[in-house]
């Protein structure tokens, strides 16, 4: 994996008053030192979770060559190579996956096409045509012409043939190929208001499997009959195969049904547009769904997680001489209360006399009612930093002197549809000439212009893109030693 653009701040010239300046200045160096050493404690936990989770490493670890060359194991399941191997892949993380693979498998690859995101450092490689796209997280023609040429490669094997399927997080909007009778267009409103309503990533990777040509097992089905092998990295929270980048070599057990119900129970009918209803409506127009023995062809294999990240994490907070509590690996919910749940957290743990560290992870949702940018990691720490200014409020704590730092990130380094991976909240943060702007912020949805000119950006934390995507990873440390 390249080394990561790690946890550098936003550029700013060195006369502009920092954060610690503004924490020394009303609370005490001592303090001010303190949360600068935890910040810099959660950053270096955060990296070893991602490096955890390195995509080059996964592939590694999931797939050899026999000795003599001749096939390819994939645990327990062996399979010949005779210059007959095809390589389709989509997400954020898939390069280096990709990379791995020509490595191994360069005399036996015939072709291969990866769909990555917009921007990316992904030199070509040998017989693999790399397709950028998704920018800001959403699919585009770009990634729609890797979707086509995908299922194109796919719909031409024979039954000799192998083809192996990269899977990360963002494979969604890396491959995506609507239905006929919908637009793209269509099915981004669709996707859009789902999302705005507060929809988790089971409902809307269900909504787009059935909106799309690939997914809901539909590569699996375009391959047939050669054999399909899925190297995936779980960006879901239960890593249910189904719903990671929509399943698309996944025996699919929803239905339009199921679809038309998420829609009801989220009371957006009349937002979504008439195509996408009439398409979910009309059974007629529903895809074939007999699915018995149709994917005997198939190897689905899950080789990296948000567990796996966590527990790197857990031992590099050992390491650094921390207590360590893992709250959850399935955190949901909306991200304002989990954020309010942290700073609970933080409260139960501040009159112990030890270093603690509180490690979760998993997905928020963000019901959008305003009209600001921001991402779920900004808007949970916006809120947990709002909730320990009103806590110190209320409780006269009037020195404010609680040596708490909350991190909240995404794994692959884009909170949303921004340049940063998430932000911190901690104590002493905000004050009485902020704090009204930082309710306003968090109400309008607009975490991300709030922190950016907060301490001129210093509560942010910036890494470029990983290359991987396990879901996000929330780090609380408190240090009473």
Known sequence: MASLRVFSNFARPSSMVTNRTVLARYYGNAFADSIESLKKSAKQILSTAIQAVAPEKLVQNAIQRSLCSKYLRVGNVSYPLKRNVYVAAFGKGVYPMMKEVSLLLHDHLVDGIAS????????????????????NNLPDSMSMQAAQGIIKMADSLGSDDVLLVLITGGGSALFPLPRRGI????????????????????QLNTIRKHLSQCKGGKLARAAYPAKVVSFIVSDVIGDNLEIIASGPTVKDSSTSDDCLGIIKDLCVEEEMPMSVMDLLSNKSAQPLLDNAGTFSHVQNILIGSNKIAIQAAYQKAIELGFDVIVHSTTVNGEAREVGRQFHRMAMEKLPQNRRVCILAGGETTVKVKGDGIGGRNQELALSAAIHMFESNTTTNQSDQKCPAVLLSAGTDGQDGPTPVAGAFAYYGQLCHNNINSARQHLDNNDSYTFFSTLHNGDDHLVTGLTNTNVMDIQILLIDKS
Do not use: E, Y
Not at 116 to 135: E, F, H, N, T
């Open 183 to 202: 637009t793209l267009q269509d099915k981004l409103r669709a996707i859009q208001v789902v999302a705005n309503a507060g929809g988790d990533i089971f």
């Open 116 to 135: 990555v995101p917009a921007d990316s450092v992904a030199p070509d490689l040998p017989k693999v045509r790399m397709i950028q796209g998704g920018r």
